[in-house]
């Protein structure tokens, strides 16, 4: 999403006219999450994708008439519909895209910048095109929906849906609006929050692929070992840091930046250095915690942290051996392993082929989305000023 943000910003200061198609909306198999934005310029360069191929080149014809002054659009593809093959959406889901052409008034330097330096930031438009932009997040406010009210409803609803790293559709304001309330609007919120964090201790080899791919998939990955000589950034090009510290000494000074995002990777294998770290990570709010280590390794790993005083309950959240079983060798084919599971182990995934499995192939997005409409339908939330 990033390249999209990015380039929609360099259009903007280069004077390129373009259109913004995003999806606010989605039912079933979608192969895209709300939010996954393409931009389509007047010279018919096109920069992202909303559905992974399936429905682009009717949404560049969309984008097209807008750009020609149709005005902004909002339309919904799924396998309901008597094209749904023609337009190619033939996963068995329905998405809802919104294409608008944004103005040179909008906020994309600033939201470029935010999510370059790692800021939490929301950016809201209309739902039905009209007005501009608006970008707000703990850092302020830029750019103007064009109403003051309305400004002041987006913010209050942008905040609580930043907070929880979700965007969708709300409705603020009043149908019979008084003074000092918005009228009533709804708007579409796209949430770009902090990124999750890769805690990898130990620069050994199997740690140098971990990150990269980590920082592939938009992990900050800051990477720990007690041994100057191995936790140099020349070995971690990738890493948003790397500290020379004794692991658990590290993560007690730093654990208010750990939560249920986070995925903690214990690469030492030796005890004297991973029994303390994951005794503490166990206890904390990390969302994957895992270590490595041959299966004897982990009995005596689990003998150690027992009698430390860590409880079943706490073990159990303890990944070891690290990593899903790929057949897998070397550091690189190990680092796949490790990522797999802290990917299944964040979106719900059973990490068992997809051939085995019945239902939807992106169930998981099926699941976050449909919990996502039950809250973020316009009739569902409203938020009055």
């Known amino acids: 999403m990033r390249h ?10 280069e004077g390129v006219r373009f259109a913004l198609a995003t999806v606010v909306r989605t039912v079933g198999s979608a ?8 931009l389509v310029a007047a010279d018919g360069r096109v920069v992202g994708s909303v559905s992974g191929g399936c429905v682009e080149a009717t949404v560049c014809a969309v984008a097209e008439e807008v750009l020609s002054g149709a005005g902004p659009a909002r339309e919904t593809y799924g396998v309901s519909d008597d094209d749904a093959f023609s ?3 033939t ?20 939201l470029a910048a935010a999510v370059a330096d790692r800021v939490p930031v929301a950016l809201v438009t209309p739902l039905d095109g009209g007005g501009d932009a608006l970008l707000t997040g703990p850092a302020g406010t830029s750019g103007s929906l064009g109403d003051p009210r309305l400004d002041r409803a987006a913010r209050d609803a942008a905040a609580g849906l930043l907070a929880r790293g979700e965007s969708g ?11 000092g309330c918005a009228p009533e609007r709804d708007l579409f919120v796209r949430s770009f929050g902090a990124p999750p964090r890769l805690l990898v201790f130990g ?8 990150v990269r791919i980590g920082a592939l998939l938009g992990y900050r990955a800051t990477v720990c070992d007690a041994r100057p000589a191995f936790a140099t950034p020349a070995r971690f090009p ?15 000074a730093h654990e208010d930046l750990v939560d249920a995002s986070t995925a903690i990777c214990v690469l030492t294998h030796d005890a004297r250095f991973d029994v303390p770290v994951l005794e503490r990570a166990l206890r904390g709010r990390a969302g994957y915690v895992g270590a490595m280590g041959s299966r004897r390794t982990h009995e005596d790993r689990l003998a150690r942290l027992r009698a430390a005083g860590l409880d079943a309950a706490a073990l159990d959240r303890l990944r070891s051996p690290i990593g899903l079983d790929l057949g897998g060798r070397g550091p690189e084919e190990t680092a796949v392993s490790i990522v797999a599971e802290i990917v299944a182990a964040r979106r719900g995934g059973t990490g068992r082929p997809l051939s085995e499995l019945g239902g939807p192939v992106h169930a998981a997005h099926f699941l976050l989305n449909t919990r996502s409409e039950e809250v973020h339908e316009p009739h569902l939330l409203n938020v009055r000023s």
């Open 238 to 252: 990738e890493a948003a840091e790397v500290v020379t510290d004794r692991p658990h000494r590290w993560l007690a």
């Open 91 to 110: 996963c068995g889901g329905t998405i809802e895209v919104t294409v608008r052409e944004m103005t040179g008034g909008s906020p994309l330097d600033r």
């Open 169 to 179: 559709v709300v409705r603020v304001g009043q149908a019979a609006p008084g003074p």
């Open 4 to 13: 999209v943000i990015d380039q929609a910003a360099a259009w903007q200061a």
């Open 203 to 210: 620069a050994v080899d199997f740690a140098r692929p971990l």
């Open 31 to 38: 192969p895209h999450p709300v939010g996954t934005s393409m």
């Open 87 to 89: 337009v190619g959406l």
